[in-house]
């Protein structure tokens, strides 16, 4: 009865965000990343809180793969804002940085984010749920990443998700959930504040 109640809750657990993503991409666009900071960290207590996901490292070179990860994924959004002008998406982007601003609770609430996205998605949902209880390859786990962002209505997000499941779940497969949510943080970072896409493509 147990190991029935407990794989009930596990199923379960993949419904949150479903529900929660409506917040920052619908209800509370104008406040989008303060929006994230609450949905991502309430998916983490959930996982962390039920034993279904840690932060942990592995390997001595998690450092350079954190920072790789990041560069390479900030190149491909960089590819990506490209692709997002010629295919005439361009203004999804711009939604987006437009609630992007560099105010110290978003500064703040990045590597909150970063961390705590990471601890759901490539700790409960990769490592736990697809490899641990399905017994599926890791990046199957990229396919639900991905399509929980249509409940933003913005088909570019759903695509700009696949990179993100790869890079990050690559990561966390060889150096652990710590190193792909350190590279979150970096990559949101640099994306958003440090070198903006929408900045760097502009007329």
């Known amino acids: 009865?147990?190991?029935?109640?407990?794989?009930?809750?596990?199923?379960?657990?993949?419904?949150?965000?479903?529900?929660?993503?409506l917040l920052p991409f619908q209800?509370?666009?104008?406040?989008?990343?303060?929006a994230m900071v609450f949905v991502s960290l309430s998916l983490a207590v959930l996982v962390t809180l039920t034993g279904r996901a840690s932060l942990h490292l592995k390997g001595k070179l998690w450092p350079l793969s954190s920072a790789l990860g990041a560069l390479v994924?900030?190149?491909?959004?960089?590819?990506?804002?490209?692709?997002?002008?010629?295919?005439?998406?361009?203004?999804q982007v711009m939604a987006v940085y437009s609630v992007a601003g560099p105010s110290v609770v978003q500064l703040i609430g990045v590597p909150v984010i970063g961390l705590a996205e990471e601890a759901y998605w490539?700790?409960?949902?990769?490592?736990?749920?697809?490899?641990?209880?399905?017994?599926?390859?890791?990046w199957?786990?990229?396919?639900?990443?991905?399509?929980?962002?249509?409940?933003?209505?913005?088909?570019?997000l759903?695509?700009?998700?696949?990179?993100?499941?790869?890079?990050m779940g690559l990561i966390c497969e060889r150096n652990g959930v710590l190193a792909s949510g350190i590279s979150h943080a970096v990559w949101l970072y640099l994306v958003l504040y440090v070198f903006p896409v929408s900045s760097i493509l502009s007329p």
């Open 1 to 21: 009865m147990d190991a029935r109640r407990e794989k009930l809750i596990d199923f379960v657990l993949l419904v949150p965000p479903w529900l929660l993503f």
């Open 73 to 91: 994924l900030y190149a491909i959004f960089l590819a990506g804002g490209v692709f997002a002008k010629a295919t005439g998406m361009w203004d």
């Open 158 to 167: 759903v695509l700009a998700a696949i990179p993100v499941g790869l890079v």
């Open 140 to 156: 199957v786990s990229v396919a639900p990443y991905s399509l929980v962002h249509v409940v933003s209505g913005m088909p570019l």
């Open 27 to 34: 209800l509370l666009r104008a406040r989008l990343i303060e």
């Open 122 to 138: 490539r700790g409960f949902v990769q490592r736990y749920f697809t490899e641990g209880l399905l017994g599926l390859p890791w």
